[in-house]
């Protein structure tokens, strides 16, 4: 009688079994290697075009330029390396500089490099602010330049990096951090954008889109600078209207910068429908009436709102997302 | 007497959003954890509940409404108001802000325009 069982349990603890297996085992493994070296592609260079970044290179002085050069990058990145030229840039803000790295960050695209401008003023700012964080620089940056505009992300409210980008700024600007209203009313303004880009930016996704948020403290105009940034489905698609308004406004009478008009003014609902949700823009109007805001800007879909001039364009170039700038002076 | 409740002190310094899923120290959290036991024990020993919203760096709307809001839409609005007296010298226009909630709190949907 054959005892399978006590016979393979023999024959798979013997040390030539075992060497066996390690033996194939290895032959395997090295002719799956050989086979990968001898059919691998050639590498594929990807080609490098130059892109020139506007001389004004600032959505809250030159949206239609500055967009219409994010379109461009966007389309000619997915499909080549980028180098920016950024020679002839006279201004660049900071809201130009968060718009873009949420935008490198948000879409795919391949390796992005710039150069420094001629512009002594505009250089300094560039180096200052933290850009080459983002893309790669073709010269050698000076030490200690990098990183004075700080910035952060998430998907998620978080009041103690809303704080955080206060203090720094503050600190930067008046050479220490301080609580006045105007530092209030920015606080409520970045819970209140982190507020609506989770609940509302990702429109019918589940996953919520990221914000990026950055302060600059500029220490010679005694003033904080913010920038709040996300690439969601802008502030329009997140409001609720009666059918009948949706295809007036289809129709070409009272377009989104009226709309928005609206919405600052608290008139619009909220998607929700509950009634008490949904002030959250009207608040941050409020406070830049009151003057704790200074200079807010809004930029969403196709409309440039330079809300304490009380100015509202349509614009030609539209911008896929919510960016909103403010300066605080106290 | 009064049973006092600081946001800055017995919360947070830096309130957040609305609901809990939302972020960290938001109005809900604040609401189940804080104000609505010191409401109930107030109300259950008739006295006045101080809520002080000094000592934070700000706050959202989302967060004063849900935890006011949220509390009127829980018991009466009436009842709200009269046991809770606010105080902040930070910024007073919010002491307004916050009883309007309050007052709001149960409206009814609006219709569609």
């Known amino acids: 009688v054959i005892r399978y069982d006590v016979d393979m349990k023999r024959l798979i603890t013997l040390r030539r079994w075992k060497m066996h297996l390690k033996r194939r085992q290895e032959d395997e493994l090295s ?8 059919y691998q592609p050639a590498k594929r260079v990807r080609k490098t075009v130059h892109l020139e970044v506007p001389t004004t290179f600032s959505m809250t002085h030159n949206p239609e330029e500055t967009l219409w050069f994010l379109q461009v990058l966007k389309v000619q990145g997915k499909e080549y390396n980028v180098s920016l030229d950024l020679t002839d840039v006279t201004l660049i803000t900071a809201d130009a500089i968060a718009v873009l790295t949420a935008f490198l960050s948000a879409t795919w695209i391949n390796t992005v490099q710039g150069n420094l401008p001629n512009d002594p003023v505009a250089r300094q700012v560039l180096l200052q602010s933290g850009f080459f964080e983002h893309v790669k620089s073709e010269t050698a940056i000076p030490p200690g330049q990098l ?10 409210v978080q009041p103690t990096t809303a704080w955080n980008l206060i203090e720094c700024g503050t600190a930067q600007a008046f050479g220490a951090t301080k609580r006045s209203l105007s530092t209030r009313a920015a606080y409520t303004t ?7 880009t989770h609940n ?35 502030i329009f698609r997140s409001v609720k209207m009666h059918p009948i308004q949706r295809t007036f406004r289809k129709l070409g009478f009272g377009g989104n910068a009226q709309l928005l008009r609206e919405i600052l003014l608290g008139l619009v609902e909220s998607s929700t429908g509950l009634p008490y949700r949904g002030k959250g823009l009207p608040a941050i109007f409020r406070k830049s009436q ?9 930029v ?22 919510t960016l909103l700038y403010w300066e605080c002076e106290e | 007497m009064a049973i006092t409740l600081s946001i800055a002190r017995d919360f947070s310094e830096t309130p957040g959003p609305r609901s809990r899923n939302e972020g960290k120290f938001s109005g809900d959290q604040f609401r189940e954890e804080h104000l609505e036991p010191a409401f109930l024990e107030a109300r259950a020993s008739r006295q006045a509940l101080e809520v002080d919203l000094d000592g934070t760096v700000g706050y959202a709307t989302s967060f004063l409404e849900a935890a006011f809001g949220g509390l009127a839409r829980d018991y009466e609005p009436g009842e709200v108001l009269e046991t809770i007296k606010l105080k ?9 802000e916050v009883r309007q909630y309050i007052r709001d709190a149960n409206k009814s949907p609006r219709k569609n325009r």
């Open chain 2, 88 to 96: 902040c010298e930070d910024e007073p226009s919010l002491i307004e």
């Open chain 1, 31 to 38: 002719r799956g290697s050989r086979h990968k070296a001898r």
């Open chain 1, 190 to 196: 970045l819970i209140e954008l982190m507020n609506n």
């Open chain 1, 200 to 234: 509302h930016a990702a429109g019918d996704d589940l996953e919520s889109q990221t914000w990026w948020a950055t302060s600059y403290g500029d220490p010679e105009k005694k003033r904080v600078c913010y920038t709040f940034v996300d690439m969601g489905v802008g």
């Open chain 1, 147 to 156: 990183g004075k505009i700080k910035e952060r992300q998430s998907k998620i």
């Open chain 1, 290 to 298: 009151a003057g704790n805001l200074k200079s807010l800007f809004i």
């Open chain 1, 300 to 321: 969403a879909n196709d409309v440039f709102a330079n809300v304490s001039t009380g100015d509202y364009l349509t614009l030609k170039n539209k911008f896929r997302g």
